[in-house]
């Protein structure tokens, strides 16, 4: 007798536009600071960029969000600009403040980068974690991958570490323009070569994040992060057919209208900066939403999470939805309100 198949994940539901009674649901960063087993596990590693580079600590980290809340996805522990370091990039992290990288301004420093075939071997490690994730996570759980999108990679590449208005990168792209374009097109080539390779280990969906498309205007909007992101994802649909794409254009407003149709994307991920409502008019239409929950919220807790929650919920019922986060988690976040959402989504009589 055969067994029986087993039913598909809830977040690949969604993806394909699938309408759900109960949305299932993830977070960004929830594998992060506010968690005392991940403490004690960087703690481990020693630093931040040990633990993404030895994969049975990052897959830990990884793995102790899911058996502590149950959700329905893990995205796989990295950062951002562990592309550009395996471009030729020098990264480091300094506590407290964040990242930091040696700075690309001119052709010059265009030619000191590594070639786009070359990156697989710095990042092979987190390859590694991604099949060890593939082996130990429970088999309702989507597994995602992900990379920053070219912009907001390019804005820390130019400025050597994050800018409040990204005004370093919007000078390089005023000043000298086909310096700017060269280096969006070789990231945009090294993160279709990255993402592949996160497929292939195992990745079942992958999410880009743009975390500083607000920032782009008018045809610079479409030019850096509409293009860039539909490149991507048509490239990585000729790889591998089939594979699906949350893209999250942060703080783009009402360029968020029309941005799965233009790029191709199955789901666009929501900040917390647009209204619920005004979403599902305009951009559930086009398919799955992704959002949008203030992460402030998970650090006051009270009735206003749980009825913030619920009419997110209500709001986005009509059509596909994916319920997380407007942004990150943050590290002040209390463990304890975390649950008390997933409560919220899942068994609304229970809080």
Known sequence: MSATPLPEKSILRALRGEKQAIPPVWMMRQAGRYLPEYRATRARAGDFLSLCYTPDLAAEVTLQPIRRYGFDAAILFADILLLPQALGADLWFVTGEGPRLSTVTSSA???RLRPVAEVHETLSPIYETIRILRRELPA?????GFAGAPWTVATYMIAGRGTPDQAPAHRLMQEDRETFRRLIDLITEGTIEYLSAQIEAGAEVIKLFDSWAGSLHGEDFGRYALEP????IAALRERHP???VIAFPR???DNYIGFARATGADCVALDNSVAPEWAAEHVQ???CVQGNLAS??????GPALIEETRHIVRTFAGGPHIFNLGHGITPDADPDNVQRMIDAIRDPGRV
């Open 109 to 111: 420093d265009l030619t």
């Open 140 to 144: 309702p759980v989507t597994l995602i």
């Open 229 to 232: 992101a539909r490149r991507i």
């Open 242 to 244: 089939g594979i699906p």
């Open 251 to 253: 703080e783009a407003g």
């Open 285 to 287: 239409r086009d398919g």
């Open 296 to 301: 402030s919220h998970l650090v006051t807790g």
